[in-house]
């Protein structure tokens, strides 16, 4: 999942998107099935990121057999699977057999400042593939399916499977560090005095939430054997000194009485209920204060039929936990029915800055 989640994909105008070529003079019958290319060029994108092509080719080998011997791999299998790469915008390969990278390209080399490539080797993984083969099962049921493939929920799953956990967890860390930017643009979080980040991962939000906002004190919240992660992080952004991890639940009871809560991604892994009680926790922490404030950073899913990456992410949530991703109405409904009331604008068709206070009737609880 890429993060610039406002973009459709070049398959709609030209090549670059799963199928290749969009409305050019293709016909509607098609173009349709070019859309079913979609998980043949997600598992050859993968595929090369998971042996390092990229990396390769930065460190000079053009050639395809060079690249090959690098990498470990058949060099005939390799020109097939960079051939069709290429087709859509994922490096370039002519009939000498030299490779060449794109823009797209640029971003599986692991030191790129952009890299997706934990993110692609993350969606590529069992976890991510495996639930779509029982997709008819979850349309017919509404439930998710993941449990049933591996006998355990995703979460107590990455736990028992660290190599899987610490995919998971550094993919996860890539999309916080693309969207920390943006949504700290969004949101003034200079005028709260403590911050607790619940769900927080290993603390990149919120050392650069921190090191942004020197007045702010900070505190994160989650599994105990991620928050551990943290120190580096908060030394590295010179805010240890402001900053406290607390291994938790975010279901459990909640570091209290703080300015601003943050919950960012969390609440789409879960369906109504259990999010429900997410927010219960955090409404329980606030103690009735007016002043306090809920900060959920999260994708507004956009109306209709526009193009919207959030859609699509929506998808997985449906099979991994049973959660979803949300429109704006029903964020709305949600935080009411928690006892918060929405008192930002967001924007729909992408991540958005939500922002929240206690309900006049929670305020007594």
């Keep these: 999942m890429s993060v610039a989640d406002t973009a459709p994909p070049a398959a709609q105008g030209g090549p670059g998107g799963p199928g290749g070529p969009g409305g050019n003079g293709v016909p509607a019958h098609a173009r349709l099935l070019m859309l079913t290319n979609g998980k043949r060029v997600s598992q050859v994108v993968y595929a090369l990121a998971e042996v390092g092509v990229a990396d390769a080719l930065a460190q000079g080998r053009t050639r395809v057999p060079e690249i090959a011997e690098a990498v470990g791999v058949d060099a005939g299998a390799l020109r097939r699977l960079l051939r069709c790469a290429a087709s859509v915008g994922v490096f370039t390969l002519d009939d000498e057999g030299r490779?060449?990278?794109?823009?797209?390209?640029?971003?599986?080399?692991?030191?790129?400042?952009?890299?997706?490539?934990?993110?692609?080797?993350?969606?590529?993984?069992?976890?991510?593939?495996?639930?779509?083969?029982e997709i008819v099962t979850a349309l017919r049921t509404g439930r998710p399916v993941f449990d049933d493939i591996f006998g355990a929920d995703f979460f107590s799953y990455l736990e028992e499977n660290p190599e899987s956990g610490r995919l998971f967890d550094r993919a996860m860390s890539r999309m916080s560090a693309a969207t920390t930017r943006l949504l700290l643009d969004a949101c003034d979080f200079g005028r709260f005095g403590s911050v607790v980040d619940v769900g927080g991962g290993q603390g990149l939000?919120?050392?650069?939430?921190?090191?942004?906002?020197?007045?702010?004190?900070?505190?994160?919240?989650?599994?105990?054997?991620?928050?551990?992660?943290s120190a580096a992080n908060f030394a590295e952004k010179g805010v240890a000194e402001r900053a406290e991890a607390v291994g938790g639940d975010f279901f459990g009871e909640l570091p209290a009485g703080r300015a601003a809560y943050v919950l960012k991604a969390v609440l789409h892994d879960w369906d109504d209920g259990p999010a429900g009680a997410i927010l219960g926790?955090?409404?329980?922490?606030?103690?009735?204060?007016?002043?306090?404030?809920?900060?959920?950073?999260?994708?507004?899913?956009?109306p209709g039929d526009r193009w919207d990456q959030g859609k699509f992410l929506d998808i997985d949530m449906m099979l991994r936990f049973g959660g979803r991703e949300r429109d704006l109405a029903e964020w709305r409904a949600l935080f009411a029915a928690s006892g918060f009331e929405l008192v930002s604008a967001p924007e729909a068709g992408r991540w958005a800055v939500l922002e929240c206070r206690l309900a006049d009737g929670a305020r007594t609880d």
């Design 99 to 133: 490779v060449g990278f794109t823009e797209m390209a640029e971003a599986l080399r692991a030191d790129a400042p952009n890299s997706q490539r934990d993110m692609i080797l993350f969606n590529g993984s069992e976890v991510v593939n495996r639930p779509y083969g």
């Design 205 to 229: 939000f919120l050392a650069e939430l921190l090191a942004r906002h020197p007045g702010v004190r900070g505190t994160l919240v989650d599994r105990p054997e991620v928050v551990a992660e």
């Design 281 to 302: 926790a955090v409404r329980a922490a606030m103690r009735g204060d007016p002043d306090a404030r809920l900060v959920v950073l999260e994708h507004v899913v956009a």
